[in-house]
């Protein structure tokens, strides 16, 4: 048994943890100059370049703001849902429906988004037939504009229904029922059982997941690829552009790029873990 | 009222981007202000499906790396959950596996490419799947640390009181009672592998044509009916195992 509990836990190791490692110690060696192709010893002046490129900063920036504003809004929606509309999500079509997004990749959903909200998609085009605009220069730019209106839109649209579906299971798996029925025997008004009891035990216990879908919002790299625009990009995007360009230059820069962010993702998940237990 | 008007309205929203993709996917000449394609055509599913080897071969590709990934992975992972979920430092090892779980998998497979390079890995479909079980094992195992409890490590102890063999403990107990936590990872670590793109793209250097990479080149070629027609193809095993899991994981295991 302990030769298999070995092999297992090997196996994992180095799957999961060995090559990650080795990932993050290449990008660190290839950062500080120790190999590649154009690099000449060790030098710290790729961190230096890194740190003080205002692209960097704006686009971790960027990747909040676009993370925060999704997930503002989709665990607002998604709430308004369970609260106002909890039991279409037990039992019915619906039920079964709110499951249906989860279906589509971040691909299909972006390049779902571009046909719909693109200055000649569905949107611009249902407008002209209704008489709400009458020449195509007139409709807002929603897609690969500065606001990031389009990667919004699309991570809401995926976003919303998962916690749609997180938010019923834990409304009944935390007996919110019995809750809800207690506080109004105890002449607690409608707004209160909402604000007091419903909406505070939703997201505490699903905090943990929220930070991830956050985090994982941060990362997103399909939808800011086709939404984005040049100016203003997501983390994953900036990075993955700095490593193909044509400037080799640039690399090292990259590669200390994905070591920052790796670090700054293992800390929050040591925190995260540790804060849940 | 409201509850039918709320109903009516969802699923306008959820069957919104099905309805667009199919309409174009059998579409052709749509120009604006048109709402609908001048025209429909079977020509697109003929030509893509039949005639053009590319998307059909993509397909199956596809098929055959994410049932592979899954099926490797949820066996894998039901064993070493288990050794992690018992283990002494049991939190240690969840923090590793959720490290490549929260990882960005582009940027993964940014750093992990000079070895697949080295190695001559990349570009290979065999490169692609190892990649690709670098954040899928990790996601198996987390799946299944919630299944390990101590009443199931109370039941082994019992078989094993009464006589049972490892063997029988397995097939006679802890397997039967893991059939749902078997096919929730397994459609998982489906979906997660059906989905990927940066990690394939980097790792396949675009020599492994995914059915996920297909709706991208016809999205950077403008082609607009191919890659709703390669999308509504990408939709359909999800689909598809939403509605096995609904239908019989769910009612049977709930």
């Known amino acids: 048994m302990n030769i298999i509990r070995l092999f297992n836990l090997t196996l994992f190791l180095l799957t999961a943890a060995v090559p990650l490692a080795l990932a993050l110690g290449y990008a660190l060696l290839y950062s500080l100059g120790a190999t590649g192709v154009l690099n000449e010893g060790i030098t710290l002046v790729n961190w230096y370049k890194t740190l003080i490129n205002n692209n960097l900063w704006q686009s971790i920036g960027y990747s909040i703001y676009i993370a925060f504003i999704t997930m503002i809004i989709a665990i607002g929606l998604a709430l308004w849902a369970v609260v106002r509309h909890g039991n279409v999500f037990r039992s019915g079509y619906t039920a079964f429906l709110i499951y249906l997004p989860l279906t589509l990749p971040a691909t299909v959903m972006g390049f779902y988004s571009f046909q719909l909200l693109a200055k000649s998609g569905l949107l611009s085009r249902l407008a002209f037939q209704v008489g709400l605009l009458h020449d195509l220069a007139y409709f807002p730019i929603l897609i690969n504009d500065l606001w990031g209106v389009g990667i919004i839109f699309t991570h809401i649209c995926m976003a919303t229904p998962f916690f749609i579906i997180l938010f019923t299971n834990l409304y009944h798996n935390e007996n919110l029922k019995d809750f809800i029925a207690l506080a109004q025997t105890l002449g607690a008004k409608a707004s209160q059982v909402t604000w007091q009891i419903i909406i505070p035990v939703l997201l505490q216990k699903s905090f943990a997941t929220l930070v991830l879908y956050f985090v994982f919002i941060m990362s997103s790299y399909e939808i800011p690829l086709l939404l984005g625009s040049q100016s203003r990009q997501m983390i994953s995007v900036f990075t993955i552009e700095k490593l193909q360009r044509f400037n080799l230059q640039d690399i090292p820069q990259a590669y200390a790029i994905s070591v920052l962010y790796g670090l700054l993702l293992i800390i929050l998940i040591i925190n995260l873990l540790g804060r849940s237990k | ?254």
């Open chain 2, 1 to 254: 009222m409201r509850k039918y008007f709320f109903n009516i309205i969802l699923s306008i929203l959820i069957l919104l981007p099905f309805l667009v993709l199919t309409v174009l996917s059998f579409g052709r000449n749509w120009t604006h202000p048109s709402v609908l394609p001048a025209t429909f055509t079977f020509d697109n599913w003929r030509t893509l499906l039949l005639t053009q080897s590319d998307l059909s071969q993509s397909v199956a590709l596809s098929l055959f790396i994410s049932i592979s990934i899954s099926a490797l992975v949820t066996l894998l992972s039901f064993f070493t959950s288990k050794f992690i979920s018992f283990s002494r430092w049991r939190r240690r090892w969840l923090l590793i596996a959720y490290f490549p779980y929260v990882f960005p998998p582009v940027i993964l497979a940014a750093c992990v490419q000079y070895y697949f390079l080295r190695l001559g890995w990349a570009g290979s479909t065999g490169g692609v799947m190892l990649a690709q079980l670098f954040i899928t094992y990790p996601f198996g195992i987390i799946i299944f640390t919630s299944f390990w409890n101590e009443r199931l490590h109370n039941m082994e102890q019992l078989v094993a009181t009464l006589g049972g063999n490892t063997w029988q403990t397995y097939t006679r107990v802890l397997l039967p009672m893991a059939k749902g936590a078997l096919l929730v990872c397994f459609f998982q670590t489906f979906l997660i592998s059906w989905f990927e793109y940066g990690l394939t793209r980097l790792i396949g250097v675009g020599k492994v044509q995914t059915l996920t990479l297909k709706v991208f080149q016809y999205v950077n070629e403008a082609n607009i009916f191919y890659a709703a027609l390669a999308s509504i193809l990408l939709a359909m095993p999800p689909i598809l195992l939403l509605w096995i899991n609904k239908k019989f994981v769910f009612v049977k295991f709930n």
